[in-house]
């Protein structure tokens, strides 16, 4: 089994509408939406939900003021700011450490376990899909990626499919690197801006601090066809091979809008040419 | 200027999809404040100063503590694995072993440790950058490749509010810990979204997100015109305001890949966004 995860750095640069397109071109892929923060991937391939699993991770404290005796040693010791002089912790500051609760002689610290969030093992018309909900402001998105991919990896192993595509999210941190470790390849979807750019640079390094090949794709590439070069310069030099650029196409959004994925949409729009040599690069590369 | 009277206000842009915006409102609203302070908090994917382009002055390393065991005063009673939650400290066989990338700086295994055995070293977090451009004081954080932690730089980018000046803060997208460093206690969230259904989800999350911040906020709609009704039905259903809708605009989307504010490419935008500013302060005063 070999996974392929779509990242970009920057938001918004077209991941999820890739993978949509991918898994209709894909051999009998598993699918995992490792956005867990803002997973959108749904939207387009309205799974059936097979299984749904709580996600718990982490702990939060509060305070039994009854059992409280004001000695304020808690207080002292946090260093997260999330104990108030009255002795009430605010569970968005509180980074679930266990240092008052730890050291509370009076035992007036509960500290239990987060619901964090739900992940769900899931049918979709192009074959299994692992998703999952981060809840609102939650910590330990990493944690929950892993879980996902794990599951996806595990349905491949034991169903016999070859490959898991994987939608991941933006940034460089925590859930993205939780996203790429020990993936068969990355996909980097970037844009010719100078902040697509900058933040392609970036996530071709973390890439490569993890070593994971990555693989670069230009969307949109006509819209500053300097910046293009220039991104094509950088994948030379950095010896990433770029396995393709798509056309601006007013067919993306719209596919998206209506739920479908690009060739669902309009099979004759510009961009699924591009996107049909992209993936076939892309499997050569995965080889 | 006449709003230097006014308590200096902290707005910051937001939105749950990234690529939505936010960096081209949250560049064009601190320009057209006059003096104000722009401080990008997206430290995975900073940007602002692509379009700010600032004169940086000076760069400082952040850093965050980790536990440095002396090995001789180590008797290995394994309270310091005990406390950590986080596996960033264990005893294995005869040694005591530190993983610095999963610590998160609590003191925990430092306070817990009975043979005073541990004290604090450092890992590098990120840069912070500040500078100034076109009279707007410029801030931003960079996270170290490699490293997870976003929200404690971001704490330290906040640090450097100056609170004399409007201050507006780009944020991260998404919905979790950074995003909630980056816009608890300001003053007002703007988010930034697309008339999509992507742009729909992700924003009916970050409305979730300012409301259990109690933050009040509103709307920009940007590429407007790409998509359908649905952000702008959700937004009057929600009963937030729409404080500006951005259509799409092929010009604008070069000059954005080029990194020019919007308001310095498009003179005639200058006004909408001053507008903006000063609709924002009605909001938030109106809420007082």
Known sequence: ?287 | MKYRNFKKMIISVASGKGGTGKTTVATSLALSIGGAQLLDCDVEAPNSHLFVRPVFEGEDTVTMPVPRVDEDKCTLCGECEAICQFNAIVTIADTVMTFPELCHGCGGCQAACPAGAIDEGKRTIGTIQHGRSNGLDFVHGRIRIGEAMAPPLIRQVRSRINLDVVAVIDAPPGTSCPVIAAIQDTDFVVLVTEPTPFGLNDLELAVETVKILKIPSGIIINRSDIGDGRVAEYAARENIPVLMEIPYDRKIAEAYSRGEPVVQAFPQWRRRFAGLYEEIEKLVAGRK
């Open chain 1, 1 to 287: 089994m070999k996974e392929l995860v779509v990242i970009s750095g920057k938001g918004g640069s077209g991941k999820t509408s890739m993978v949509a397109a991918l898994a209709q071109l894909a051999q009998n892929p598993v699918l995992c939406d490792a956005d867990v923060d803002a997973a959108d991937l749904h939207l387009i391939l309205s799974p059936r939900v097979v299984e749904s699993h709580e996600f718990m991770a982490g702990h939060t404290a509060s305070i039994d003021l009854e059992k409280c005796n004001g000695c304020g040693k808690c207080l002292e010791l946090c260093r997260f700011g999330a104990i108030s002089e009255d002795f009430v912790v605010d569970p968005l500051d509180c980074e679930g450490c266990g240092v008052c609760y730890y050291f509370c002689e009076q035992e007036a610290v509960n500290f239990p376990e987060n619901l964090s969030g739900h992940w769900y093992i899931s049918e979709s018309r192009f074959g299994p899909m692992v998703h999952a909900r981060l809840g609102i402001a939650e910590e330990n998105s990493g944690k929950l990626v892993v879980q996902v991919r794990q599951n996806a990896a595990k349905i491949a192993d034991s169903n016999g499919h070859e490959l898991v595509v994987t939608d991941g999210p933006p940034g460089v941190g925590c859930p993205v690197i939780a996203a790429i470790g020990g993936a068969a390849g990355v996909l980097i979807v970037t844009e010719p801006s100078l902040s697509g750019v900058h933040d392609m640079e970036r996530v071709v390094e973390l890439a490569r601090h993890f070593s994971v090949p990555p693989m670069i794709c230009i969307n949109k590439y006509d819209l500053n066809d300097s910046i293009t070069e220039d991104i094509r310069k950088f994948a030379e030099e950095k010896e990433v091979p770029c396995v393709g650029q798509i056309p601006f196409d007013p067919a993306v959004t719209k596919s998206m809008v209506h739920a479908q994925t690009l060739f669902e949409y309009d099979p004759q729009a510009p961009a699924c040419d591009a996107v049909r040599a992209l993936w076939e690069r892309v499997e050569k590369t995965l080889e």
